[in-house]
């Protein structure tokens, strides 16, 4: 068995704390891991062999690091572009049979909760005769409230531990889903799948040849790139959009049921990331600096200060160094409609947040004027940024802790804490961490122009242009 994580999506439901550059996967939620990690983990056990990593382009760096921070080794696939899970997992499912094995193909999402890992351990196990028997197995989670959020799976016949797939049911209203919790014959859709490699392939050559087509030319040209497998661009561009169960599973006679009962959550809101929190004695699941008066049955989440609550009941107050949301915990799902807005009026706060993750380390856009702006740079351990130069800045660098390898034209300077350098407009330079611990670093950025796209690069050790 391999274990394929698709880790893309922008979880716009959790803004302003998970961004289009830094989505919900890769934060740390309800626990200490990042969701990503904790996925990680709960698969584990289930297979000796590496498994794969589904991401974007803008991703990938932190997916490597995130991998690195469990001591974990897997297939890091990047898609060139968007176009659902029905072109991804035929990517992994190519990859896996391309030297002549044929896996089965454990298929979930990065940012989904399980409780009760164990028992989702166990089913898939029970899953694995019917997958080996040459069925498409997808796990129905068994539902426990009237979700108007999840589509949903009505069972049919017995199959073996399953149950044959009667129906796909998109997302209800509330009087039908209250219908469906009722009857007991539907599942909530959970999105995990467990099939062989050449199953899915074979299905998908059935109902979606030209998905196929497009995705055996873009596995044509792989190459690896650092971490990362590549692959033909162009090709995968000209795929069509389309979900697996559009695909494939609403269309095959072999889609079996298999359900699981384990605490299962797509953390697809504020509201329900409340349900798996911790809450105090009055309700409240709270994070950070927080003081409340007066409040109950609300998620309140502080970032970077206090924040004082007096009143409330059932809402969802997030403080972030650039945005604060206060919401009514029931209308939480509109929040990805205000993400849609701040897109449509060119705002960046739909896609990153002051602080920025880079291959190399992160830096936090602490104040900014109309001629100058400060960041906090921090450099991971024997990270390096890229030789570059500018032309309407000049920088100056204080180091705050750690050692800096700074270089100026034909220059190198050792910096450590509470030493500084200037980098004039038009001078070649870089910034090293030579030594074991993060170096943390102030810049001053002065000029006419301080924008992000004014760098020429003259070599990186991470590929970018």
């Not at 904790?38 to 991703?59: G, K």
């Not at 072109?87 to 896996?96: D, G, K, N, Q």
């Not at 972030?320 to 960046?348: H, I, M």
């Not at 856009?365 to 390096?384: E, M």
Request: aromatic share 8%; charged share 25%.
């Amino acid at each position: 068995m391999k274990t394929v994580i698709m880790a893309g999506g922008s979880g716009s439901r959790l803004w302003p704390l998970s961004r289009e550059l830094y989505p919900k996967q890769f934060l740390s939620l309800a626990e200490t891991q990042t969701m990503l990690q904790a996925t990680l983990h709960r698969v584990r056990e289930l297979s000796d062999q590496r498994p794969m990593v589904i991401c974007n382009e803008e991703h990938r760096f932190i997916v490597a690091e995130q991998l690195r921070g469990v001591g974990q080794k897997a297939e890091i696939l990047l898609e060139p572009a968007g176009r659902n899970t029905a072109p991804a997992i035929a990517l992994a499912a190519l990859r896996a049979c391309c030297d002549g094995e044929d896996p089965l193909l454990l298929v979930l999402a990065a940012d989904h909760a399980i409780e009760d890992e164990e028992q989702f351990r166990k089913q898939v196990e029970v899953a694995r005769p019917l997958a080996e028997e040459g069925d498409l197995v997808t796990f129905g989670i068994v539902a426990n409230a009237a979700e108007t959020g999840y589509g949903y799976i009505r069972r049919g016949a017995p199959r073996g531990a399953g149950y044959r797939v009667a129906e796909f049911v998109e997302k209800p209203d509330l009087k039908r889903a209250r219908t469906y919790l009722s009857s007991g014959d539907y599942y909530w859709n959970s999105g995990i799948f467990l099939f062989r490699a050449s199953r899915y392939l074979e299905e998908l050559e059935r109902f979606r040849p030209d998905i196929m087509e497009a995705c055996r030319r873009a596995m044509v040209e792989t190459y690896e790139d650092l971490d990362f497998l590549r692959i033909n661009q162009p090709a995968f561009v000209e795929c069509p959009s389309e979900s697996i169960d559009f695909a494939v599973m609403e269309k095959t006679r072999n889609a079996v049921m298999v359900p699981l009962d384990t605490g299962w959550s797509d953390v697809g809101s504020w509201s329900s990331l409340w349900q798996l929190c911790r809450k105090d004695s009055v309700g409240n699941a709270v994070h950070g600096d927080v003081m409340s008066q007066d409040t109950t049955g609300s998620m309140v989440h502080a970032c970077s200060r206090l924040v004082v609550t007096i009143g409330l009941k059932d809402m969802v107050v997030v403080e972030t160094p650039d945005a604060v949301l206060v919401a009514d915990k029931q209308r939480a799902q509109e929040v990805k409609g205000v993400v849609d807005e701040l897109r449509s009026q060119g705002r960046t706060e739909y896609a990153r947040s002051r602080e920025v993750y880079r291959p190399w380390g992160r830096y936090d856009s602490i104040d900014q004027g109309g001629r100058y702006q400060v960041k906090r740079i921090t450099v991971n351990p024997g990270a390096k940024l890229s030789v570059q130069m500018h032309h309407h800045r000049a920088e100056h660098w204080i180091v705050v802790s750690g050692t800096a390898l700074v270089r100026r034209d034909e220059e190198a300077i050792l910096l450590t804490e509470n030493e500084s350098t200037y980098i004039p407009v038009g001078v070649v330079h870089s910034l090293e961490n030579p030594g074991k611990i993060p170096l943390e670093l102030i810049e001053v950025q002065s000029g006419s122009y301080l924008g992000e796209d004014d760098i020429v690069r003259f070599e990186d050790k991470y590929g970018r242009n």
